[in-house]
């Protein structure tokens, strides 16, 4: 069974940083894809950005592209999201999640084809 533990959420005001981190356990493929997404109220959950946990490749939703950067530490099981420059745009409960499968294609971020999540961590951006 695998689990998703993400942390870092908090309040900010706007331009300032934050860095989440989901730790992963129970079994994972180490070739495997990880994604971070977001859900603000009333709205539909987005994808934010993914990274391909076998070899590095990373990509990001156009609205955070230049400001997000998705990264893991293998050794430990954990993947990060470093968020700089943030707006109050960016206010939403974020998710960390994997795929039992590759994504098709990897960088569509489509929630449905993720099935392990975490259970979110909100950030709050203040203008």
């Known amino acids: 069974q695998v689990q998703l533990v993400e942390s870092g959420g908090g309040s900010v005001q706007a331009g300032g940083s934050l860095r989440l981190s989901c730790a992963a356990s129970?079994?994972?493929?180490?070739?495997?894809?990880m994604g971070w997404f977001r859900q603000a109220p009333g709205k539909e959950r987005e994808g934010v950005a993914v990274?391909?946990?076998?070899?590095?490749?990373?990509y990001y939703a156009d609205s955070v592209k230049g400001r997000f950067t998705i990264s893991q530490d293998n050794a430990k099981n954990t993947v990060y999201l470093q968020m700089n420059s943030l707006k109050p745009a960016d206010t939403a409960m974020y998710y960390c999640?994997?795929?039992?499968?590759?994504?098709?294609?990897?960088?569509?971020?489509?929630?449905?084809?993720?099935?392990?999540w975490g259970q979110g961590t909100q950030v709050t951006v203040s203008s």
């Open positions: 990274i391909y946990t076998g070899g590095g490749r990373t």
């Open positions: 999640a994997a795929p039992l499968h590759p994504p098709m294609p990897w960088v569509a971020l489509r929630p449905g084809e993720y099935n392990y």
């Open positions: 129970g079994y994972m493929d180490s070739r495997n894809y």
